[in-house]
């Protein structure tokens, strides 16, 4: 595949792309064209269809996969591309992968590592609470494991909201292990469930955008109804414990002024806001490396989230 | 009925008080006595049962209704109460408004007052919502007309919790009134139950304190759920709308910083949340006015909820 | 007349617009040339008079309105004029309307609905204070009838001053009906006068902009000194009502930060801080929801104002 | 004279003191008496006159000067007076400053200097405002004299405002030579009466206590009106400089959440607003090391306002 | 042993307690007497020592080990000792852990941790400059091993700075374990010296207070310093390798308000912020537990430290 | 010589810049070519090499300053220059002042007037301490005067922090005259030194940026290191007394969120803190006055720093 950055001036090429954006115009003649913006997981590039009525132009909207025959042009020092064919792809066509960020682990491991520390859970309630959910709810499962943990900022890829589960999931049998007074069940069944509102939160890839849901619930509210939801299932479900639960899902920002309607109260909620925190702030570090350009003197500038000018570390080596 | 406040040393009283505290101790000489809290609506005593095993003297616990005989005396500076005997009320034998803080309204007409504005709502969905909750749920509906709305701040009485709902519900009619942008149904709809939560936040009268869900849960969000599952009972709720109706509750302290997991992102939202707050503070000035003794210059001093120090207006005559 | 948004390519015109901006400059040939924008109610254009000493262009500056004729062409992508003769007009030549934002409502029609308030008022002192303001200082009155209430922001129109001093007055009407205990002339009173400041903090249209005065003493004390000069010339007014009505105008914005250099210390001055921000909130997302693109979704985008994202509530029929 | 904290149990005395608080109460047989309690600079005791109908006792008040014949009796622990005679005083009859805080400066001295800059300002307009307060207002400088600059935290005793104020004057003074492009005249002239509001926001000593308009208003605020006033006296006063002068007046407490409506917008108030804090918190830390018992290793515990741990800083000889 | 929380009036004892305060007095006859404070693990008990200058009266001061003989009291209903005598005891006479509060775990088996992961670092200069420190340093050694990690709050006791060194270190091991990008050698030395400026930060026991170093520079800085000075010990350590450490340790509180002079700039500087901070507040739950009564609904109170309400959260077994 | 910003289309010129930038680059052809950035103390150029490898192009490098032979041209609108020939330069060649801001001031005389006020001090161990470091130590002395301030803000220019320093030392002596309490000696020591870790903190002139010590460490922390060494060489240098200096470069910047690890709890530092904050925001004032465009009304718009709308004052003559 030609990716969209290694594109240049002059070449004819025949392609899939995504297609993310697709509108309508009318030139000062009067006559119609489309203005589309095509993209990989590379980058994007603008396109035009001049002759919108042509046969080899299917129906095809924004968000489809297409496959283009175009030229590559320079328009006013900018590359642009001159869509002659299009065809609307359907899924199996292509590779999603190739358009979208993923994480670099493989989903089905880390699903599986998820499982394992499900079945560690001695109380019953809570085991049966997260197999229910993580076993047999299907749908959900599927969103699970494709959603990303954020529009942008960390995690925001494919498997990103799986892979920050595990960490934090990680972090937290860490903790109870280390502060024999953590009601170890309690907080490891909280750090599984603490984001699965966030599969309601945010649209599904390609989109992976802020949901109706999201903007106005959150998925803080919307990951406490799901739970809640759970546990009334259970009609024997404990409903201290259950509040219990319900309580770290709610307190897991740990401060008000970030969205958690209560502080922390328990020490497992104390414990689970940390290890998101942790995870979410070594991550964002991690991609701030990863995608930023290092400056001479090693510094990479300001970095929002982390409030702070930074810098990547010496290697053992240097 | 011979009210605390008025109590002298060496009366001899046969009086009902509310059991507010009990407690067993031991003399230096190794006997068994209780120490007694005593109250009504104009405060509190302490008194000592000398012989707790005197025939005379009822089984009786804390929060129960009593009927004491007893002396007042004077025990270093302070009145204390000799109790020789004492009866355990069952309900009924007693007027609760005279042990508790009460709304100055009847609870029955304002209630009549709040099912009037549920009758004007037009948009089916809302008022069927409202109807499930205000006319069916019976339990629900005897809690809501005895609750407080705070328990202490403002409205911290019985009937506080329907005072301010009526206000608020009021205030929010008028804004309708004045913006006619604003979606009636949906605004009014969101003042009724904006704080229905507070049923499970605080624990009934004569106690009036925060419940494990309140502290751990918070009413926001219990009412939150409470107004989800009541949607959820109507198949045919339109999700948009209920969605919009969930969003006023859960923003409806208008900062994150006063416990709101969303800013207000409708202008329902925003009406609802000055509505809360200009009678929240209005009403707390009110209370103070009538509870606070005035200095000489006519100032109430620092009061820590309006962060001001206030004063009495003077009135139109002076 | 043919709008600034309706212009197109190739046209000749004849129109009046308003000038925004009029600077001299030099071809690379050394000749003299006029970069002017001008505007009207729908936008602005930039434009050039290359030939400025011709005949047929009058003498005119910034803040004039002229009379073009010109050519509209396409520079570098973007519409420009090529001015060919200017006439500069006179007052009455030219409709203000077709070139400022204008209320929505009738100017004379509120302003009578204002005196009428004035008219209810009963304490005597309070209600001549008005009157020597809104009946006997035509001067204030004419300027007092065409100013915004703000450069931007909200209510930032011609009228703009006096439809929000009349939607806080209303609010503080029925704030007063409500809360009995309120001093009802006292908070009306306040009502109307809380912003007179903001005729001498604002430039008069067009300019519309923050005088000297506004940016060194600001509105809220500038009309503090409006009101006690007003206050003075009643010898037999009340001081401790006066200070009470001058306290009111101080701490209407509620908070320090925000600009009052006194926290709200009467119920009046609470009451009225929260009628001027929930107007002025409410106003704002109306403005809101007028002027900005709505995204697919409904939203709005981010409002700064407002401190949150916004969307549009979805109408009973929806 | 005998001051209050040398007093011993049993010692008969004979002394002018000031009083403090003065209430009738009721003794249990039903016999009224009178609860004083007298103060000099030393400190305050209370004392008791058991027959306030004796021909001895002269009718007097809280903040009289009373001569009183007593006996220094032990009562529970504590010194208490029992008071035999009370003659009332008038002016003249006692020195204040054995009963007030006072400046350790002489207060003419201190007034001499200042009159003395106000000898060396140019500008005429602003010279001739300063004078007509500070040389024509016999009542003002009467009262400027006496003020103190705060009910406590620093400058709380008489002569304070003037000290205060001088200290503000020089360290302008000083700035004014260090940073030539300072409008000298304008900044000394502003911090000569930068503060003057503060004889009407606090009421004279002893009581040295916030005046109602001192709540409601502020010395900000009544300063500026004071000075606004002044120079409407002067036909030819520049406005542009008056409003510069007034200006700094606003916002000489430097941020809006310390109570300036304004934020210093010019370099004089700038200077201003430093040259006041500088002198509020060094005084702040002199007074805390006069008054506070320093500890085992030199230091003096948080100080609130200045929102630190405090210590004596070692002497040169130490 | 007999702990003071379990004397009882009546009782005569002779027992070893700490000085912790010692006043001489005079009574009302001029006689002198001392007002001593002595106290144990298990609390303070005043007592006096009403002739000094018995020969029964050994010399002794504040934070001296005595032995008295004394007969227990009731002064106004509080315990008192009457002493008779009193005997000044030397070290190895007394076990200090019974006075002084201490960890829970053996100090040595600690430390031996701790020597075990210092000799984990494969970089040699991290881990020579560790060894000049944790091996060589003797007098260093010593403190550490006995000094707190805080005057109250958390940790506040003997042992305390090792048992939170250890803490965090465990968990920055997890860290570099989890996050493999993170300079693993780094992580840790700095975990292990991060807090080692508490030894001149705090007093040693029986003290155990801030000292004139601490109040004035501070443990981050003094720590700071402690590893420049280490640093600078082997010539050729990397100079960037050794900035990245001392940052670490200047930004380990995380945020300016907190006291770090700078945020964390490096990925391991964020690691060692969470790792401290949730030791921190996790030991401070814990001891909230064990310290703090809990309330009828299993409740404990405001915790100022982790501003929340906080409670015990329910066992799997309940 | 000629300043950049007196260029104009079509020029030939030979003249020396300082070179800002370097960067290869290839044209569409596949020919190399360099992009070249210059500059003066007025402004900078873009810069084309179309043929580095010209024998007239002699090596250099970021940060050289070069003698270049030119063409003024016009490249969409904007000039650059089409570079023929390079001559890199050595010390000596070219004046510093004409490439980089500098003082107002002659660095020498203001560096004799520091050493002035150093002559002045009594207490022997800290003129010692300055001495060493003012006068023996040649290195930091060379670096000292010729260092900035500051990046930008403030004193952004080659003797910034040389006039920076002494501003703040005669504002302290000025305090240390007013306030007597104050231990002048230690003031004006700390004054001296307070801000010397700037040197380290910022790279030499012309690039003038922030160093890895600077970013990771910072001139606070940097200034306390070097302090604490000079008295560490002075075996008798009283520690107290030391402690106090030191703690008064720690608080200087007067709170903790703005970098200052301590709060001042000395009234030195509270001196200090003041005297350090008033110069640098009265330079700011200044320095936006000389290099910001004044609006039509005198305003100077929003300046960042002193977070406020500000505007030159009018002059006397105005």
Redesign the interface.
């Known amino acids: 595949m030609k990716y969209i950055n290694t594109l240049r001036?002059g070449e004819n090429i025949r392609e899939i792309y995504f297609c993310k954006n697709c509108q309508s115009a009318v030139t000062?003649n009067g006559k119609e064209y489309l203005r589309v913006t095509v993209g990989d997981k590379t980058g994007n590039l603008d396109g035009m269809i001049w002759d919108p009525s042509d046969g080899g132009i299917e129906n095809f909207e924004k968000n489809d996969y297409i496959e283009i025959a175009a030229e590559v042009r320079n328009f006013n020092g900018a590359l642009q591309l001159n869509i002659k064919r299009v065809r609307k792809l359907r899924d199996g066509e292509y590779d999603p992968a190739e358009y979208m960020p993923v994480s670099r682990y493989t989903i089905d491991e880390m699903f599986a590592e998820l499982m394992g520390y499900i079945g560690e859970i001695?109380?019953p309630h809570l085991q049966r609470l997260l197999l229910d959910l993580f076993e047999n709810d299907r749908a959900f499962v599927s969103e699970f494991k494709k959603s990303s943990a954020a529009k942008s900022v960390h995690h925001g890829f494919m498997g990103g909201l799986l892979e920050h589960t595990l960490?934090v999931t990680?972090?937290c049998r860490?903790?109870a292990d280390?502060?024999i007074?953590?009601?170890r069940?309690?907080l490891v069944c909280a750090a599984i469930c603490h984001d699965i509102g966030k599969v309601k939160e945010l649209t599904a890839f390609p989109e992976n955008d802020y949901s109706?849901?999201g903007?106005?619930?959150?998925h803080?509210?919307l990951g406490?109804?799901m739970v809640?939801q759970l546990g009334a299932k259970q009609e024997d479900f404990?409903p201290?414990?259950l509040?219990?639960l319900?309580?770290c899902i709610?307190a897991h920002h740990g401060e008000?002024?970030?969205?958690?309607?209560?502080?922390?109260?328990?020490?497992?909620a104390?414990?689970l806001s940390?290890a998101d925190?942790?995870d979410a702030?070594?991550e964002t570090?991690?991609e701030a490396?990863e995608n930023t350009a290092v400056m001479e003197?090693?510094?990479l500038g300001f970095n929002k989230y982390?409030?702070?000018?930074?810098?990547k570390?010496?290697?053992?080596e240097?």
Chains 1, 2, 3, 4, 5, 6 share one sequence.
């Open positions: 001036e000062k001695n109380e960490a990680r972090m860490f903790l280390s502060y007074y953590l009601n069940d309690l109706d849901s903007q106005l619930i959150g803080i509210v406490y109804e809640s404990p201290k414990l509040r219990e319900l309580h709610l008000l002024e970030f969205g958690s309607p209560k502080k922390p109260a328990l020490a497992e104390i414990a940390f925190n942790t702030k070594l570090m991690r490396q003197n090693g510094w982390l409030d702070s000018n930074i810098r570390t010496s290697q053992p240097e």
